[in-house]
């Protein structure tokens, strides 16, 4: 049966990984089963008048509505991000606060790295019952469990959390919007994050994981397939470590090649692959910013 209503995504972008966001809405439409539309709710992160342009030219908006919200705008009053000592951008924490300005009608919400192609409908995630969990998503194949010794939650015990706690990747969350709410989700993965900072390995993760352990649906781990794991054909690639974008790109050349065919599809087709010159650059921006913010 065709979903009539518009299915709600979120992403959370800077403007260079707009690339990588126009290979992933173009992947979903790709693969969306006839009839079905979406709605891409984008945090930009600075992204330039000219790549706005070039999303909306590469879109099909017979399928797809791009509503852009700016960082600051979605913070709600009395919130703020937690803050930490990584080279990740501060859009990492975007997720947090989705279901704070998604429409308060809107129960299901699918966030999304940039950084993935998807293989398969997008709708079937959607379907998945979340009424007794707050979010569903995919246990990380690299640190599975918490006790994990070099990128689980290195403080479990003094959490008094099991060590074989399972532990989930956030680049993609279908979140319960209003379970999420009612038990203050967001406010709790703040301080989650900003009392542990030294225990921090990747932040977002950690205080997500902490904070909603034992609550969470398991998806089937295809939908967040990591790219350093081969896979004749997975529902979703995720490039963890190095994107495609970049020459020093050294995972899967298939994952690769599906990611350009997607890229080709849109206003960056011809791209020519990133030195790394420029990925270091950025890294530290990442953290100037954060140091000035």
């Known amino acids: 049966m065709i979903n009539l209503k518009p299915l709600n995504i979120v992403v959370a972008s800077d403007n260079h990984y707009i690339i990588l966001l126009a290979a992933l809405i173009k992947s979903i439409e790709a693969n969306i089963r006839p009839g079905q539309k979406i709605n891409i709710f984008i945090i930009e992160d600075n992204v330039s008048a000219g790549s706005k342009k070039k999303l909306q030219q590469s879109i099909n908006q017979d399928i797809t509505s791009l509503i852009w919200k700016s960082m600051n705008g979605v913070i709600p009053d009395g ?3 937690p803050t930490d000592r990584s080279s990740y951008p501060l859009n990492i924490y975007m997720r947090l606060f989705i279901p704070y300005f998604i429409p ?10 940039v950084d993935m192609i998807v293989q398969k409908d997008i709708t079937l995630l959607f379907e998945n019952d979340l009424s007794n969990y707050v979010v569903g998503a995919v246990l990380d194949p690299r640190i599975i469990t918490f006790d994990n010794s070099w990128g689980g939650i290195l403080n479990y015990k003094e959490l008094g959390l099991p060590g074989d706690t399972r532990y989930f990747n956030t680049g993609l969350i279908l979140m319960n919007t209003r379970k999420w709410r009612d038990q203050n989700v967001t406010e709790k993965i703040i301080e989650c994050i900003d009392h542990n900072k030294k225990h921090l390995n990747y932040p977002d993760q950690y205080g997500l994981n902490v904070v909603l352990a034992n609550q969470w649906l398991e998806l089937d781990p295809l939908w967040n397939h990591f790219c350093t794991i081969d896979h004749p054909n997975p ?6 470590q190095r994107k495609p974008i970049y020459k020093s790109y050294d995972n899967s050349p298939e994952f690769k090649r599906i990611f350009f065919s997607y890229l080709d599809q849109t206003k960056w087709k011809n791209l020519k692959p990133i030195g790394e010159s420029k990925r270091y650059i950025k890294k530290v921006k990442n953290i100037l910013n954060k140091f000035f913010k």
């Not at 308060?104 to 790295?113: G, Q, T």
């Not at 529902?235 to 963890?240: C, D, E, K, N």
């Open 235 to 240: 529902f979703l690639i995720h490039f963890v």
């Open 104 to 113: 308060e009608e809107v129960e299901k919400v699918l966030y999304l790295d």
């Open 79 to 81: 919130m703020k991000m």
